[in-house]
C-alpha cells in the first residue's frame, strides 16, 4: 500500500469510494452523488489549501482523506475539519490509520492545532448507519465535544450529528503562526 497526495486526476477513481457511501449510507447527508466534473473541483479547491492523501494498492484505490477550512474566520486557521473515506470490501485493513496518520503530521508541520470531524449517528438500530464512524475516530483520540439532534433528514428518518476533536499541538500564548 502507498499513500500519496490526490491530483485533479484522481476524480473518477475517488468517485468509485466515495458514490456508494451517498446512495447506500447516511454516512453523508448528500443525496446524490457528486458527477466527475464537481469532484475534480472539489479536489482542486481542497488541494489549493490543505493536504489530500489516497491510499492504492496495485493501481486500486483503497481509500482517502482530506482536511478542509472548518470556519472562514482567520482566528480559526489553526482548525480544520477532516474527511476520511474507505473504499467499502478494504475497510479493517488499518487503511483508516496509515491515512489519518500522514494526514495528521502533514497538517501539524503547517501549523494546524485543532482536527475536528463531523460524524452521522443515530440512537436505533439502522441498516443504513452503523456506529462505525464515531468509534474508530475514538480509538485515534478524538472525544465527541457536540451533538446536533435530528439535523438531517435521509431515508425517510432523522439523523443526529456528532462532532468530535483531537489536539495535534500546543496552544501557547502568544502563538505566532
Same mark, same amino acid.
Given at each position: 500500500?502507498?499513500?500519496?497526495?490526490?491530483?485533479?486526476?484522481?476524480? +473518477?477513481?475517488? =468517485?468509485?469510494?466515495?458514490?456508494?457511501?451517498?446512495?447506500?449510507?447516511? %454516512?453523508?447527508?448528500?443525496?446524490?452523488?457528486?458527477?466527475? *466534473?464537481?469532484?475534480?473541483?472539489? %479536489?482542486?479547491?481542497?488541494?489549493?489549501?490543505? @493536504?489530500?492523501? !489516497?491510499?492504492?494498492?496495485?493501481? +486500486?484505490?483503497?481509500?482517502?482523506?482530506?482536511?478542509?477550512?472548518?470556519?472562514?474566520?482567520?482566528?480559526?486557521?489553526? $482548525?480544520?475539519?477532516?474527511?476520511?473515506?474507505?473504499?467499502?470490501?478494504?475497510?479493517?485493513?488499518?487503511?483508516?490509520?496509515?491515512?489519518?496518520? #500522514? =494526514? *495528521? +503530521?502533514?497538517?501539524?508541520? !503547517?501549523?494546524?492545532?485543532?482536527?475536528?470531524?463531523?460524524?452521522?449517528?443515530?440512537?436505533?438500530?439502522? *441498516?443504513? =448507519?452503523? @456506529?462505525?464512524? #464515531?468509534?474508530? /475516530? +475514538?480509538?485515534?483520540?478524538?472525544?465527541?465535544?457536540?451533538?446536533?439532534?435530528? $439535523?438531517?433528514?435521509?431515508?425517510?428518518?432523522?439523523?443526529? !450529528? %456528532?462532532? !468530535?476533536?483531537?489536539?495535534?499541538?500546543? /496552544?501557547?500564548?502568544?502563538?505566532?503562526?
Amino acid at each position: 500500500m502507498t499513500i500519496r497526495p490526490v491530483t485533479p486526476d484522481d476524480a +473518477k477513481a475517488l =468517485l468509485a469510494v466515495y458514490a456508494p457511501y451517498v446512495t447506500e449510507t447516511a %454516512i453523508t447527508f448528500e443525496y446524490d452523488a457528486p458527477s466527475e *466534473e464537481e469532484f475534480r473541483e472539489r %479536489i482542486i479547491g481542497i488541494t489549493s489549501k490543505f @493536504p489530500y492523501l !489516497m491510499a492504492e494498492e496495485n493501481g +486500486k484505490v483503497l481509500g482517502y482523506t482530506y482536511a478542509n477550512t472548518f470556519r472562514t474566520r482567520p482566528a480559526y486557521k489553526h $482548525c480544520v475539519e477532516t474527511t476520511i473515506y474507505i473504499d467499502k470490501s478494504q475497510r479493517h485493513r488499518g487503511i483508516g490509520r496509515t491515512l489519518y496518520a #500522514e =494526514l *495528521e +503530521k502533514q497538517l501539524k508541520a !503547517m501549523g494546524i492545532l485543532n482536527l475536528n470531524a463531523s460524524i452521522t449517528t443515530t440512537d436505533f438500530p439502522d *441498516e443504513h =448507519l452503523t @456506529p462505525a464512524s #464515531e468509534l474508530f /475516530h +475514538k480509538s485515534l483520540g478524538y472525544t465527541k465535544v457536540a451533538h446536533f439532534h435530528k $439535523c438531517g433528514y435521509k431515508y425517510g428518518r432523522w439523523y443526529d !450529528m %456528532i462532532w !468530535m476533536e483531537k489536539m495535534i499541538g500546543e /496552544h501557547r500564548v502568544p502563538y505566532n503562526n
